[in-house]
């Protein structure tokens, strides 16, 4: 603000940034091979005004051969796709664990139990299973025409929109029929506290409940950042991979349910 103007390099120092003029000119070492010593301070010029630590046992590196990384740009996108779906991974794989420990206990519980009750499964089991196939099937329309927004304009984002509203929807219907089907055993007497049979029953159908109402929070979220243009990619994946999995899950307990009861 006041006083003398500084000169362009007032500490007299060696290292590069003050060893070119400012802005840096095009060819600013008029095309001459530049030495620089490393270790222990990097880049500095090698010379008789530098510091003798610096010079002592320097290595020196000619920066023409001298790899440098690609540049990063503010534009460019990261990549979000390979985390989330690792972390997806392996809440899959707990869950597999879980019900895998749920399946084991239940059968070795029926081969020792003797007041084990047989019961039949009520048929709109089968309707909700369905439903839950078919909600993939839309999700995975969803996903297929998601990334073709730029190329088909707004038919597609509507295909997109009216797919995952779909998913939703079965979804819901879904979790309404598995309501829908406890209340129905539980007229049979078949509560959740009459016998070992009922007990693990319930625990099988509700913690495959609990996932499937985390999905339909998930989907809601999904068509919230869809609507307001700013749903990405992978997180489209991510979800599509969780919805996927719930329903091989629900076919997996169905198919427990089925051999042991």
Request: with cysteine; proline share 6%; charged share 15%.
């Amino acid at each position: 603000w006041w006083g003398k103007v500084a000169s362009p390099n007032p500490w007299e120092a060696t290292s590069l940034e003050w060893s070119i003029p400012s802005p840096p000119a095009i060819k600013s070492f008029g095309g001459e091979v530049v030495g620089v010593s490393r270790d222990p301070y990097q880049y500095g010029f090698e010379g008789p005004q530098d510091f003798v630590m610096q010079r002592t046992g320097a290595a020196v590196t000619d920066l023409t051969t001298v790899a440098l990384p690609p540049p990063q740009t503010a534009n460019t996108p990261l990549d979000y796709s390979s985390l989330s779906k690792t972390g997806m991974w392996i809440f899959i794989a707990a869950c597999i664990m879980t019900f895998a420990a749920l399946t084991s206990a239940r059968l070795a519980r029926r081969g020792s139990a003797q007041d084990w009750q047989s019961f039949r499964l009520p048929v709109i089991l089968y309707f909700n299973t369905v439903l839950l196939v078919g909600s993939s099937v839309t999700l995975e329309m969803a996903r297929r025409s998601f990334p073709r927004f730029t190329l088909s304009g707004a038919r597609q984002e509507r295909i997109v929109k009216l797919c995952l509203t779909i998913t939703l929807l079965f979804g819901a219907v879904f979790l309404g029929g598995q309501v829908a089907a406890w209340l129905q055993l539980r007229s049979q007497g078949f509560a959740f506290g009459a016998g070992p049979s009922s007990s693990f029953l319930y625990l099988l159908l509700e913690a495959h409940g609990v996932h499937v109402l985390v999905g339909l929070i998930a989907i809601a979220w999904v068509l919230d950042k869809l609507y307001g243009s700013q749903l990405r990619k992978p997180s489209l994946d991510t979800f599509e991979l969780y919805w996927h999995f719930t329903t091989a899950l629900w076919l997996y307990v169905l198919g427990v349910l089925l051999i042991t009861i």
